[in-house]
């Protein structure tokens, strides 16, 4: 009888959100920040980045970026954030506007990844 073999093929198309995290109730306090994971952050998206963007992240005053929600469609406003790199990476102002208005509650899970054609985050609410 022959073996089959599975060598990690799949016809699912991969995941195309890098970056995952489950909201706390830290993450959402009114003026809080979001702190995203370094090693996927500096894995996945950081070489994506153009190097401006990676410059000011690094500035006392970080980088504003946009992000998208993927679930509001292709023509709707983005809301920008500002991305500081200390000794973490993290979303600060304009995040806790953003989730506030997107109605976001502990335990949502959000996949972020970096778009680099249009130079901006990609969020989708994954539940």
């Given at each position: 009888?022959?073996?089959?073999?599975?060598?990690?093929?799949?016809?699912?198309?991969?995941?195309?959100?890098?970056?995952?995290?489950?909201?706390?109730?830290?993450?959402?306090i009114s003026g809080g920040q979001l702190?995203?994971?370094?090693?996927?952050?500096?894995?996945?998206?950081?070489?994506?980045?153009?190097d401006v963007?990676?410059?000011?992240?690094?500035?006392?005053?970080?980088?504003?970026?946009?992000?998208?929600i993927v679930e509001e469609g292709p023509e709707a406003d983005?809301?920008?954030?500002?991305?500081i790199k200390k000794a973490k990476y993290l979303f600060k102002a304009g995040w806790s506007n953003m989730a506030k208005a997107k109605d976001y509650k502990t335990g949502d899970e959000?996949?972020?990844?970096w778009d680099k054609s249009s130079g901006r985050f990609l969020l989708h609410h994954i539940k």
């Open positions: 009888m022959a073996e089959t073999s599975n060598a990690g093929l799949s016809l699912a198309p991969p995941d195309p959100w890098v970056l995952k995290k489950k909201l706390t109730d830290t993450d959402l702190i995203l994971r370094k090693g996927d952050f500096e894995s996945f998206i950081m070489p994506e980045m153009d963007t990676l410059q000011n992240m690094g500035s006392t005053n970080g980088a504003e970026v946009k992000i998208h983005d809301y920008t954030v500002t991305l959000i996949g972020l990844m």
